[in-house]
């Protein structure tokens, strides 16, 4: 059976070990969903400047056929 100053000793261990162990593994739990994050950011801008591009050109294409009086692709008879 432990003594009042083994129980001391234990708990002033676990003081000192337990928090270091704890805050690597967050550390690295931290770092892998940083990584993640910029990842899934860097993605969902390009996707906002590729949707920006297309928004775009789609007003040029409508502009561009209504001057050439060519009927749009979604009004042609094989998309109805």
Do not use: C, G, W
């Not at 805050?23 to 969902?44: C, G, M, P, S």
């Not at 928004?55 to 009927?71: A, D, G, T, Y």
Request: positive net charge; charged residues 40%; proline residues 4%.
């Amino acid at each position: 059976m432990l003594t009042y100053n083994d129980e001391q000793r234990v708990r002033q261990i676990i003081k000192d070990e337990v928090p270091a162990i704890v805050d690597k593994a967050v550390d690295r739990i931290e770092i892998k969903i940083d990584r993640v994050l910029k990842i899934v950011t860097r993605t969902d801008q390009e996707h906002k400047l590729t949707q920006a591009k297309l928004n775009k050109l789609e007003k040029r294409m409508v502009k561009v056929e209504k001057k050439l009086k060519i009927p749009s692709p979604s009004e042609s008879v094989i998309f109805t």
